[in-house]
């Protein structure tokens, strides 16, 4: 399963790092997502990262604001965000092999607001 | 990376197939079979119902079905149920090493 953490309210500008916790399968062995949804709204990708933490891509939105990063000795995922904007509130969920898609996290929120 | 264009609603009575466009471009939807579909209930985690264009997750029902042609993919769901209502997203790998979802479509069974 997956099991994300770390969303909270925290004020537009400030920075945030949500975690996904992974247990039950070989955690190496994937490449892994964080895909948002604001409240009401449609799915968004954010990020991936391969197996092995080397190759990172981002959606053109968060480029330069976001890092995606994991620890396979720990089996966590990691999205650090800093210069949050009111626009990036919304339900963040960690996603095993977006192609096949079979595992999804929860989701934690995430609220940008003064 | 602008989103994949799904009609907004698609609707059908209880028996009815209907099917629901994802429309992209030669960058994402056209490029490679790398299109996912995803049943998202109210308040619920999504949960994929296809991927690489036309394969079933074991445990969907065979009522969901895909294609593609050019830059549009579909889903069809034949035999539609009252459990069937839920927005569906797809989402596709582009050639720019990203991923994109569509727009979303509101599934309602009359």
């Known amino acids: 399963q997956l099991l994300e953490s770390g969303g909270g309210l925290v004020q537009p500008g400030g920075s945030l790092r949500v975690s996904c916790e992974a247990s039950?399968?070989?955690?190496?062995?994937?490449?892994m997502h964080w895909v948002r949804q604001a409240p009401g709204k449609g799915l968004v990708w954010v990020s991936r990262?391969?197996?092995?933490?080397?190759?990172?891509d981002y959606a053109d939105f968060v480029k330069g604001r976001v890092t995606i990063s994991r620890d396979n000795a720990k089996n966590t995922l990691f999205l650090q965000m800093n210069r949050l904007r009111v626009e990036d509130t919304a339900v963040y969920f960690c996603?095993?092999?977006?192609?096949?898609?079979?595992?999804w996290g929860q989701g934690t929120l995430v609220t940008v607001s003064s | 990376q602008s989103a994949l264009t799904q009609p907004a609603s698609v609707s059908g009575s209880p028996g009815q197939s209907i099917t629901i466009s994802c429309t992209g471009t030669?960058?994402?939807?056209?490029?490679?079979?790398?299109v996912s579909w995803h049943q998202q209930h109210p308040g619920k985690v999504p949960k994929v119902v296809i991927y690489?264009?036309?394969y079933r997750p074991s445990g969907v029902s065979n009522r969901f079905s895909g294609s593609k042609s050019g830059n549009t993919a579909s889903l069809t769901i034949s035999g539609l149920q009252p459990e069937d209502e839920a927005d569906y997203y797809c989402?596709?790998?582009?050639?720019?090493?990203?991923?994109?979802f569509g727009t979303g479509t509101k599934v309602t069974v009359l």
């Open positions: 690489d264009v036309s």
């Open positions: 990262i391969n197996e092995d933490g080397v190759i990172a």
């Open positions: 039950g399968f070989t955690f190496n062995k994937y490449w």
């Open positions: 030669s960058s994402d939807v056209g490029a490679y079979n790398l």
């Open positions: 989402n596709s790998y582009t050639t720019i090493s990203t991923h994109v």
């Open positions: 996603i095993r092999d977006l192609r096949k898609a079979d595992l």
